[in-house]
C-alpha cells in the first residue's frame, strides 16, 4: 500500500498544475461558450483535478471541503495540516 | 456562496524576510488598484449584469481575484515572519506595526486605508467593463513597478504570475466588451442601457 503512495510535492504540483488549466479555460469558455475543443480540455482537466485532489486527500490531507474524510481518521481532519501561507502549505 | 480551497492559486513559498518589500507589495491587497478592490469591482457589478456571458466573467475573473488576494496576503506574511524590533525599525515597517503589529490589513504602499472609493460599479455595461479593462491595466503596471524594486527570485516569481493574470482578464474583459456592443444597436451603442431601460433587454436569445 505504502510503495503506491504518491509523492506529496508531485501531487501537489499536479493539483495546481489541473486546477490552474481548469481556472484559465473556464473564463475562456465565459467568453467563448461554443467552443467544443475548449470544452474537451476543460473536461480532462476537470478530472485531472479531481482525481488529484481525492487521491491527495486519501495519503495526506484534504484540501476542499468534498474530500473530507472522517472515515479513516480520528480527528476533524480539515484544521490539521498547516494553512496555505504557513510554513509546510500547499 | 463560496468555498475554501486550502491551497495557494499559484505556490507562495518566501525563505527571506523583507520587511521594505512587504510594505510596496502590501499595496496590492489594499491599494487604489490592489485585488481586493479588483474582486469587490467584479463581484459588485454582476448583479445588475443582463447578459450571461458578461456576469460569467465578472463572477469567475471576482473569485479568481480573492485567491490573488490570498496570495498577496501570503507574501506580506512571509516578508514579515518573526521580525524583531530592530529590524522593525530599520526598515520602517515600524509605523505599520504600531497599529497592527505583523497582522495583515488592507491599506495602500502609502498607508492609506482600503477604500470602496477605489472602484465604481455604474450600472452601465459599456462604462463597467471600461473600468475593468482599465483596472486590469492599472494593476498589470503596479506589478511591473513592483517587479523593478523586487530582487529576490521567490518573491519575483508569484508577482510574474499575478501579473501574467492580469494581462488574460484584460482579455476577457475586451471580449465581454465585444459581446456587449454585438447585442447593441450598431448605430448607437449608447441609444439605451440595458441594465436600466428595459424596452430591449438585448438579451443573447432575442
New interface residues.
Partial sequence: MNDNKPCRQEL?NR??AA??AV??V???L????CDKDAMEYFEKYQEMRKCALHEYAKYY??????TVRTDSCENWS?ID?P???QEG?? | MW??????????KISQTNPQMAQVIISQFGGPDGELSASMRYLSQRYTMPYK?VT??LT??GT?ELAHM?MI??IV??LTRNLTVEQLKESGFDKYYVDHTLALWPQSAGGIPWSATTFQSKGDPITDLHEDMAAEQKARTTYDNILRLVKDPEVADPIRFLREREI??YQ?FG??LR?VQDRLDSKNFYAFNPEFDNRRSGKCCD
Fill in positions: 501537489m493539483i495546481n486546477s490552474f481556472d484559465d473556464k473564463l475562456f465565459d467568453t467563448h461558450p490531507s484534504p484540501l476542499t471541503i468534498d480539515w495540516e494553512w496555505p501561507w502549505g500547499c | 468555498n475554501y480551497e486550502k491551497r495557494l492559486q499559484y505556490p507562495v456571458e460569467g466573467i469567475d475573473i479568481e490570498e496576503c501570503a506574511y512571509q488574460v482578464h476577457r471580449e465581454s459581446i
